[in-house]
């Protein structure tokens, strides 16, 4: 029996040394893929990293089928994009894309030909009557002085109403038309026949048929010819930079189209 241990003993001592010169090699294979790894890792990240930039912005939202219909339309007609608003004379979130970023959008897309911008009616229960008596009286200006005639008396209503359902009562939509040197007795006629309430109304149902539940609902997309857009459905008063970024993509992209 202890020949036997005396002979496991040798052959153990004569394995070791040879168990020594493997591992240098196993260290270099474990390092080698453990390399592997990072390197599938980095390349994996890099793909989705490409991929998440590569998508655009305007890809975030939802797109459909809007009529301009036959209402009061800002900048060139030909313009490559169209941006449609559902509003509210009464809503405060709608004076506030009045006067923090429509006049930025003026300057920047639509006094350049590149944005006509469309303004539909969508005057909520809780505004009214003055929603849709302001909406109206705003048609009655533009029936004498047309699309730029409209705009200025929709000017005239945001930079005077409280906002809320507060707002303009009738001596003051008398007033805004004076101050545009409308004919008195034509607007005054015009709004008190409220021949144009149905057309106020025909825009509520067309937004309310086209899921909007709140103002200002814009529709952004590129202009066609049959008086529709396939626009990306915006919901709410969004800052300027973010129309922009939208806006500069559907641009390049018409661009790259034609």
Do not use: W
Not at 4 to 16: F, G, H, M, P
Not at 105 to 123: A, C, H, M, Q, S
């Amino acid at each position: 029996m202890s020949f036997v241990r005396r002979d496991a003993k040798r052959s153990s001592i004569k394995i070791l040394p040879s168990m020594r010169k493997l591992v240098p090699a196993l260290l270099v294979l474990l390092a080698l893929f453990l390399l592997l790894i990072i390197f599938l890792a980095i390349n994996t990240l890099q793909k989705n990293t490409t991929r998440n930039n590569s998508k655009k912005s305007s890809d975030l939202f939802a797109r459909q089928v809007i009529s301009v219909d036959d209402d009061p339309v800002m900048g060139d007609r030909n313009a490559p994009l169209t941006l449609v608003e559902f509003s509210d004379f009464e809503c405060g979130n709608c004076k506030l894309f009045f006067l923090q970023t429509l006049p930025l959008l003026k300057e920047k897309y639509i006094n350049t030909g590149k944005l006509r911008f469309v303004y539909r009616d969508f005057p909520v229960k809780s505004h009214d009557p003055l929603a849709t008596q302001e909406a109206t009286a705003a048609d009655c200006a533009r029936e004498q002085k047309q699309d730029e005639g409209y705009f200025d008396y929709h000017d005239g209503i945001f930079n005077t109403t409280t906002s809320g359902g507060r707002g303009l009562e009738v001596a003051q939509l008398f007033l805004i038309a004076s101050n545009l040197k409308l004919d008195q007795m034509r607007f005054k006629e015009c709004f008190e026949s409220e021949r144009f309430k149905e057309e106020v109304k025909k825009d509520f149902f067309d937004g309310m048929n086209s899921g909007i539940t709140g103002t200002p609902t814009f529709f952004l997309g590129l202009t066609t010819q049959d008086n529709t857009i396939k626009g990306m459905k915006i919901l709410g008063a969004m800052p300027y930079a973010a129309f922009k970024i939208i806006i500069e993509e559907l641009l390049e992209s018409n661009e790259t189209n034609n």
